[in-house]
């Protein structure tokens, strides 16, 4: 599988930004997305996943309101539509793929990464 995202930028606090993952390689259906981000000098931490579906959606408490996971298993893409934006939301996002819907807010079971996207938040 490989995965690559796509779409990060400098936005002003408050403003929107989408990204989007384009997965190659397995069929895209068959796994749960999640994003994940890391700021400097920080760990990776859990942002969003998402069910083979689309049904369940999964969100960290800090960006639950105001971030949505969706994705479209025709297109093999998984997006995060990041609204109402803070300085604390900068950092580099990194998509990733897993089997399994338990257990979605750990880095353990994650099994293929994309290379991030650097999402920057002005005040």
């Known amino acids: 599988v490989q995965l690559q995202a796509s779409g990060g930028g400098l936005v002003q606090a408050g403003g929107s930004l989408r990204i989007s993952c384009a997965a190659s390689?397995?069929?895209?259906?068959?796994?749960?997305m999640g994003w994940f981000r890391q700021a400097p000098g920080k760990e990776r931490e859990f942002v969003a996943a998402?069910?083979?579906?689309?049904?369940?959606?999964y969100y960290a408490d800090s960006v639950k309101g105001r971030f949505t996971i969706s994705r479209d298993n025709a297109k093999n893409t998984v997006y995060l539509q990041m609204n109402s934006l803070k300085p604390e939301d900068t950092a580099v996002y990194y998509c990733a793929t897993r089997n399994s819907i338990v257990g979605v807010a750990a880095l353990s079971g994650y099994d293929h990464w994309g290379q991030g996207t650097l999402v920057t938040v002005s005040s």
């Open positions: 390689g397995r069929p895209f259906s068959t796994y749960v």
């Open positions: 998402i069910g083979w579906s689309g049904g369940n959606r």
